[in-house]
């Protein structure tokens, strides 16, 4: 089993930014995928961003070049820095973690971006 604690959300206003983080525990393998779905009220959850272990990225167009995912590998941690926010990016941000063909998710953290 893999537990994942998130932190970071907020309210911010439009053109700010917020840092996301995640943290791993419990039966971690080297090699694996986090990331950062969203769901916004109303709409299905959606894919943001996800990075491998070995450090590959990828990103939903509606965010490329706004936010950025890294990772700390010893410290199993994921970071969602988002610049640029837009009211449209406000949600509930879930915290993913699959490895051997299991997906994690976390308890999620509300980000609002008010206009």
């Known amino acids: 089993q893999v537990q994942l604690v998130e932190s970071g959300g907020g309210l911010v206003q439009a053109g700010g930014s917020l840092r996301l983080s995640c943290v791993a525990s419990?039966?971690?393998?080297?090699?694996?995928?986090m990331g950062w779905y969203r769901q916004a009220p109303g709409k299905q959850r959606e894919l943001v961003t996800t990075i491998t272990s070995s450090g590959s990225a990828n990103y939903a167009d509606s965010v490329k070049g706004r936010f950025t995912i890294s990772r700390d590998n010893a410290k199993n941690t994921v970071y969602l820095q988002m610049n640029s926010l837009k009211p449209e990016d406000t949600a509930v941000y879930y915290c993913?973690?699959?490895?051997?063909?299991?997906?994690?998710w976390g308890q999620g953290t509300q980000v609002t971006v008010s206009s």
């Open positions: 993913t973690y699959r490895q051997l063909g299991h997906d994690y």
């Open positions: 419990g039966s971690i393998f080297s090699i694996n995928t």
